[in-house]
C-alpha cells in the first residue's frame, strides 16, 4: 500500500476499502479492530508507504517501539509534517541523549506499581501500556511500549491500595491508553472503582479520540455513561487532527454526558506557533472539548528535538487570552521536574500593586488600574 492507498483506506471510504481488499471474517469486524489489526509496527512495512530508511527507523525503534495505525498515517499530507513528527521515529532520538527515563519521579511516588499518589486527593492509575500510536515525545516512554509493565495483578494491586485509601475522591485512569483495552475490561475497570465509596469523580486520559477515533463506538459509550460523574481528558496537538471522525467521537461522548477536557503538549514543530495553537482551541470548542492544560515538553530521553523555550508557551497564551473566549484558554503548565507536580505559569499582567490600586496591563496591551481594597478599608 502507499500513502494514498491509506488514506482511501482510513478516511470515510472505509466501507468500500474494506469490501474490496478484505475476506468475509474481517469484513465482519468492526473498523476499529481492523484499524488496530492493520497498524504498522515493522519498519520494512513503513518504508513501503513512506520515504523513511529502513535501517533508521530500525535502530530508533529498539529505543522506543514503532506504532502506527493507517488512520493516524492518512493525516500525514507531506514528509515532517505536524502529523509525521508525532509518530515517525526520528534519528534525533537517539542522537542527543539528554533527559532521563522518568523526570517527574513518577515511579518514586508510587506506592504500589502501576499506581502515582502525589496530589492528596487524587491518582494516576496506570491500567494498559498500549496506544493506537506510539507518539515520539511520549512523556511515559518507560511504561509505553512494554507488555511486561502492566498487567492484571498490578491492576488488582492498584484497586486494592484505592479502596484502602479513603482520602482518593479522584481517580485518573490512564497508561498508555485505558480505552485500547475491550469494553469488557473498561467495564470490569471503571465499575470496580465506582463500587469505591469514596471515589467521587473518575476520569480516563486517551488519545482514542485523536489516534484511533473508530473506537469510540455507541456501545463504549453506553458503558461510561453509567459511571457518572466520569470525565475524559484527551490528547489533541494540532488542528489538522479534528477531522470528521474525531468530531463524531467528540460528539458521541459528549452526548453521553461526558464532559471532555483537552491536554496538548507544547512541541517544536508540531504546534509552536500562536496562530496554530489559536486554531487547534477555537476547532476544540467547536467540537465541544474544552482546553484544559497546555504542557511544556518534559526532559524525557530522547525527545529534546520537540522542546521549545518557555517563552514560546507564555508568548502562546499572551496570544490566546482576550483574543479568544476564556473557555478557549487552557492553563500553561509546566510538570516540575523531581515530581512538584504542575505548576501553572501565566504572563504576568501586573504592572504594579500596592496597598492602594493594583495596575494592570490587558491583552492589547493598556493599562488599567483597580482599588486594592473597598475604599472603607482603605480609608480606616
Ligand atoms: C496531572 C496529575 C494528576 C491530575 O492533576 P489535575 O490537575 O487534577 O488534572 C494527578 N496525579 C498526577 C501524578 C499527575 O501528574
Ligand atoms: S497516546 Fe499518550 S501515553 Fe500513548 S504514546 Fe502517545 S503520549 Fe504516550
Redesign the pocket.
Known sequence: MNLEEIKKAAIPVCDEFKVKRLDMRRIQMEEWKQLVRDTITDPIQLAEILDVEVDVIKKVSEEFPLRANPYYLSLIQEKEDPIWRQVIPDLKEIHYVAGVDDP?R?EE?SPVPNL????PD???FYVNYMCPIYCRFCTRKRKVGDPHSINQETIEQGLQYIREHPEIR?V?VSGGDPLMLSDRNIDSIIGSLRAIKHIEII?IGSRVPVTLPQRITPELCDILKQYHPFYI?THFNHPREITPQAELACTRLANAGIPLGNQTVLLRGVNDDPEVMKELMIKLLNIRVKP??IYQADLIMGTDHFRTSVEKGLEIIRALRGHISGLGVPHYVI?APGGG??IAVTPDPVVSFDDEKIVLRNYEGNIYSYPSMPFEDFDG
Not at 116 to 119: E, I, K, L, P
Request: proline share 0%; charged share 40%; no cysteine.
Open positions: 517527574l513518577e511516588d502515582t499518589h502525589r496530589y487524587r491518582v494516576l479522584d485518573i476520569r481528558n484544559y492544560y510538570d507536580g504542575k
